[in-house]
T-cell receptor, first 113, second 113 residues
Framework: KQEVTQIPAALSVPEGENLVLNCSFTDSAIYNLQWFRQDPGKGLTSLLLIQSSQREQTSGRLNASLDKSSGRSTLYIAASQPGDSATYLCAVRTLSGNTPLVFGKGTRLSVIA | EADIYQTPRYLVIGTGKKITLECSQTMGHDKMYWYQQDPGMELHLIHYSYGVNSTEKGDLSSESTVSRIRTEHFPLTLESARPSHTSQYLC????????????FGPGTRLTVL
């Protein structure tokens, strides 16, 4: 059964720092991996989607990488801002593509001005 | 604009009442999902659907039921609300195109007194 782990569970950094959030998964037979952002009391916003054949995806200050063979993904946030404060969730979809996403528990990020 | 809508956004109701949480999407997606999330806690999949007349139970046992009579509509019903049902309920959908990217609605925060 696929399991997704996110480390650290919480992170606090000063504004302007570059930071890396980690996601690991136990079964490397994935279809894709998706990173989400969740603000308190809100729904999830899709940030980046990486297909199993891709190594990375970029959107603005965000860069997500995927190393399928080692079961790892990282989300890199450049020049962090207080507005980046949120919980970031990683989720994987298994190879069949038809099964529901398996989510990690998230990393709660605080960017201090 | 293609989107996912959830109503109501907030609901406070007494024990024993029957409630229906509405979810609609205008993206033409076949796959739809319901998640339950307590504040600061992880997401739990409670129901999903592959298409019209298809419903499946998720990982978390739930006393709720769902129906899928129309592609765009996936309502969740609690026959008799209890305080233990107090939580946030998130609806999501994903396309059948090659990316399989998943999108979430804004959520319904339910409080049962």
């Amino acid at each position: 059964k696929q399991e997704v782990t996110q480390i650290p569970a919480a992170l606090s950094v000063p504004e302007g720092e570059n930071l890396v959030l980690n996601c690991s998964f136990t079964d490397s037979a994935i279809y894709n991996l998706q990173w989400f952002r969740q603000d308190p009391g809100k729904g999830l916003t899709s940030l980046l989607l990486i297909q199993s054949s891709q190594r990375e995806q970029t959107s603005g200050r965000l860069n997500a990488s995927l190393d399928k063979s080692s079961g790892r993904s990282t989300l890199y946030i450049a020049a962090s801002q207080p507005g980046d404060s949120a919980t970031y969730l990683c989720a994987v979809r298994t190879l069949s593509g038809n099964t529901p996403l398996v989510f990690g528990k998230g990393t709660r990020l605080s960017v201090i001005a | 604009e293609a989107d996912i809508y959830q109503t109501p956004r907030y609901l406070v109701i007494g024990t024993g009442k029957k409630i229906t949480l509405e979810c609609s999407q205008t993206m033409g997606h076949d796959k739809m999902y319901w998640y339950q999330q307590d504040p600061g806690m992880e997401l739990h999949l409670i129901h999903y659907s592959y298409g019209v007349n298809s419903t499946e139970k998720g990982d978390l046992s739930s006393e709720s039921t769902v129906s899928r009579i129309r592609t765009e509509h996936f309502p969740l019903t609690l026959e008799s609300a209890r305080p233990s049902h107090t939580s946030q309920y998130l609806c999501a959908s994903r396309g059948g195109q090659s990316t399989y990217e998943q999108f979430f609605g804004p959520g319904t925060r339910l409080t049962v007194l």
